[in-house]
């Protein structure tokens, strides 16, 4: 197997002596960069609330021109009360 290499100057005698085998090696051998995500609080503006319904439903929206119902998606409907 031969890969291509981009720029000219780069050295390809070190590749052509590797085996896959150890290209895989190497390569799995070295740690991917992890990055650190930090927590954030996420405001929904339903903190004060209490859920009372939460059923599956569909959305529709009404077309006049033709006189009909179109369905507009699928979710989680949530029916919320406060204190």
């Known amino acids: 197997l031969e890969f291509p290499v981009n720029s000219p100057n780069s050295s390809t005698d070190s590749l052509k002596n590797i085996s896959l085998i ?3 090696a ?3 051998s070295t740690p991917s960069p992890k990055c650190l995500l930090e927590k954030i609080d996420v405001v929904t ?6 859920n009372v319904l939460k059923i599956n439903c569909k959305l529709f929206i009404f077309n ?6 179109t369905e507009r ?10 204190a």
Do not use: I, V
């Open 45 to 50: 503006g339903e903190e004060a609330e209490h």
């Open 26 to 28: 190497a390569f799995s």
């Open 22 to 24: 150890e290209s895989a």
């Open 73 to 82: 998606g699928r979710g989680a409907l949530r029916l919320n009360d406060t």
């Open 64 to 69: 006049k021109t033709t006189q009909s119902w």
